[in-house]
């Protein structure tokens, strides 16, 4: 991404995701200020093509942008909105204004669509979708009578029981018993699994985006805080503790590239998967070496840390814990075999 | 805190996509009867008479000028070669040293006359090329060297210990990093140059190659005494005094590539190969995780390989890779052994599988020592973030 569209995210989030707000989203409260900034500035349709209301960026740049609002663990659904609007976008349907969300994110849940007339019936429950309460629509994947099917369905005629992941933020249940006119609905050319992919590609930009944030918020303490008459950045075994620290912060954001690309792509699961296990794998390890490094106040609601490490904890698992993908590509490399391994690795 | 970012990896194109399916080609017809214990040993496996026919294919030297008999092609399909060898386990270890860093080093601070001798020779693989670099009182402390060269009467008078000096015994060449000067002060890499020096003359006038027999068995390293041994005034290569400068220019070189973080792929082929597509979920699991770990660092290396090409010094990237490289490598062999119940051995006449994974056990502590130890590597990303 060009340095003037990274400065100006930059710069947008330092200015409206400071402590108070990310301190006030863990209560409940959402950044309304924050995510009318994000949106006058184009980012939630970074990912759309032009026709479908995007302004022509790149699919690295729409990805910078969301790994550039994770670093600042911004409290909004920017990466939501953005896979809604993709999802909208392959199904042919008009992207609304406002915050999005996408249903369902778990791979049991099942929602339907029946016919109704010259329109449609949805029903079904999902659980755990992010930010449902805050959402003017859910852009739903359901399984319709042709196969898979886009609903658009607009905030009113689902509702919602609270939840939350680590990080507070909302991870609702809704219930559909909807009607929806015949336009609101269509051929969704995206199955579940790209569904899945696509998700799994958005968290693993943001874990990227945030574990660069727990890099540097890291490294900063190590040089400030003193014990035994030196920065604790001076010791051997902290240092040596920054080098793995970064060392899975870049592998991480190779991950969130390589899950770019595959999303600008062919969504090859292969790519997607080892990228999001990968990253996962990092933040993991990234979280825990940072919180050994500050101690104690690490620990506490008053330091910043714990709004990026808590989003790592349940980005992991989201769309599809290390183990799931892990499972996905070791299969495929399994059934390459000896001989197809190779090939199949340098064609991801 | 140095901005430890890697510029977008070079793209692949149809044009490196056909190179990597015609050494695809030559590979599988070359590598037809090559054991799996012999792929195994990866890049420290050598054969002279395959380098040559790499080098009749133009796949050394690849960046380097046509006046020099290199190809001026670019980084990636540079790369698509290496790793494309290293995966089959391609016997490349006579000529890998030389092609990797000792020619880069020749082409950028080499006389004219270097130059000349030297790069056609290497991208022919005609050459193998051992590093003078570590002593008995210098491994990790490269600036503690205290072999010496004094300028003498027609040349330079060399004496000193070389150490850990793998392919010695073979080489055609050593870049030799000693002394010519005092350290000072306040900068304890100074006085420091390098030479080429030429292992035949200097093993017919003062320099002795020993064998050191590693705990595998296998006669890899080498101590290097040098008495008294007077080399011609061109053999200085580059600078005097540069010496350091010189080495930390190399070390991205060596540092970044694929032999980074592929010296264990055979095991993992033949793991593939030993449970086939019916494994259990554990197995799928962890080869997943494997496999999930070389997609990212195949990313990070590609990317060093193009930053090296745009003329960049990603000294501390290549120093990251390395971490992270070996540090599978040598987790792979502990993964993977945990598999099947097949038991590690050499002997003759056991299964292939159980005799790669024996390699590999045995072979595996040397990929964190070889090329910079880890804590060496993190002691550099450490500065590099800003804490030395």
Not at chain 1, 35 to 52: C, I, K, Q, R, S
Not at chain 1, 107 to 114: E, H, Q
Not at chain 1, 291 to 318: C, M, N, P
Request: hydrophobic share 45%; aromatic share 6%; charged share 20%.
């Amino acid at each position: 991404m060009t340095d003037q569209l990274a400065d100006s995210a930059e710069k947008l989030f330092t200015a409206h995701a400071g402590k108070a707000v990310l301190g006030a989203a863990e209560q409940g409260v959402f950044p309304q200020p924050l995510w009318d900034a994000v949106v006058e500035a184009g980012f939630t349709a970074a990912l759309l093509p032009e026709e479908a209301g995007g302004f022509g960026a790149t699919v690295a740049e729409a990805m910078g942008l969301l790994r550039i609002s994770a670093a600042y663990a911004a409290p909004v659904p920017l990466g939501e909105t953005m896979l809604a609007g993709w999802l909208l976008a392959r199904a042919g349907l008009a992207v609304p204004e406002g915050a999005l969300s996408i249903a369902p994110v778990r791979t049991k849940d099942r929602l339907t669509l029946t016919r109704d007339g010259d329109g449609w019936t949805l029903t079904g429950t999902a659980t755990r979708i992010p930010w449902a309460r805050d959402a003017a629509a859910i852009a739903v994947l359901a399984e319709g009578p042709d196969g898979p099917a886009v609903a658009l369905l607009p905030k009113g005629s689902f509702t919602v029981a609270h939840d939350r992941n680590t990080a507070h933020e909302p991870r609702d249940t809704i219930t559909v018993e909807a009607t929806l006119p015949a336009g609101a609905v269509a051929l969704a050319n995206t199955t579940a699994a790209q569904l899945r992919a696509a998700g799994a590609a958005i968290r693993t930009v943001q874990m990227a985006g945030a574990l660069s944030r727990v890099l540097s918020i890291t490294i900063g303490y190590v040089q400030t805080r003193v014990q035994f008459g030196r920065p604790i950045g001076k010791f051997q075994a902290i240092q040596q503790n920054m080098a793995i620290l970064a060392g899975q912060s870049a592998a991480a954001l190779a991950a969130a590239d390589n899950a770019t690309d595959a999303l600008a792509g062919t969504l090859s699961p292969l790519l997607v998967g080892s990228a999001k296990a990968r990253a996962g794998e990092a933040a993991s390890i990234g979280a825990g070496l940072a919180h050994q490094a500050h101690g104690a106040i690490g620990f506490t609601q008053e330091y910043d840390l714990h709004y990026v490490t808590k989003r790592l904890w349940s980005w992991r698992d989201e769309f599809g814990n290390e183990a799931e993908w892990n499972a996905l590509v070791g299969r495929a490399a399994l059934e390459a075999g000896p001989d197809g391994l190779w090939p199949l690795l340098t064609a991801a | 805190m140095q901005a430890l970012t890697f510029a977008p990896p070079p793209p692949p194109n149809d044009q490196t996509e056909a190179l990597r399916h015609e050494v695809r080609d030559f590979l599988a017809v070359e590598l037809r009867d090559r054991p799996a214990q012999k792929r195994a040993e990866s890049w420290s496996g050598g054969d002279p008479a395959f380098s040559r026919k790499m080098g009749e294919r133009g796949w050394l030297g690849m960046m380097w000028p046509k006046k020099y008999g290199g190809h001026e092609r670019s980084a990636l399909e540079r790369y698509v070669v290496l790793e494309e060898m290293l995966a089959a386990g391609a016997p490349v270890g006579y000529h890998w040293v030389a092609e990797r860093q000792s020619g880069p080093n020749i082409l950028k601070n080499g006389t004219q006359a270097q130059r000349d001798l030297i790069l056609p020779r290497i991208a022919r693989g005609e050459l193998c090329f051992c590093i003078g670099m570590s002593e008995p009182d210098s491994g990790s402390d490269l600036a503690a060297a205290r072999t010496r060269a004094e300028r003498a009467q027609g040349g330079w008078l060399v004496n000193g210990t070389k150490v850990w000096t793998s392919s010695a015994h073979k080489a055609d060449y050593m870049i030799l990093f000693c002394r010519t000067g005092a350290k000072s002060d306040d900068d304890r890499h100074a006085g420091a140059s390098q030479f080429l020096v030429d292992m035949k003359q200097a093993q017919q006038g003062g320099m002795t190659v020993r064998p050191i027999i590693d705990m595998h068995g296998e006669h890899h390293f080498n101590e290097v005494s040098i008495e008294d041994l007077l080399l011609p005034e061109d053999a200085l290569l580059g600078k005097e005094g540069d010496g350091w400068k010189q080495v930390t220019g190399e070390l991205a070189f060596e540092r970044s590539g694929p032999d980074r973080f592929l010296s264990s792929f055979t095991l993992l082929v033949e793991l593939v190969r030993e449970l086939g597509p019916a494994a259990p979920e554990r197995a799928a699991v962890a080869i997943g995780r494997i496999t999930s770990h070389i997609l990212a660092l195949r990313r990070l290396s590609r990317s060093v390989a193009g930053m090296l090409q745009n003329g960049e010094d990603p000294a501390l990237q290549a120093s990251l890779v390395k971490d992270l490289g070996n540090s599978l490598e040598q987790e792979m062999v502990e993964i993977i052994r945990l598999l099947t119940d097949a038991e590690p051995t050499e002997a003759e006449g056991n299964p292939p599988y159980s005799v790669v994974l024996a390699h590999l056990i045995l072979t595996a502590p040397s990929f964190s020592l070889r090329g910079g130890t880890r804590e060496i590597l993190r002691g550099i990303i450490a500065r590099g973030l800003g804490l030395r």
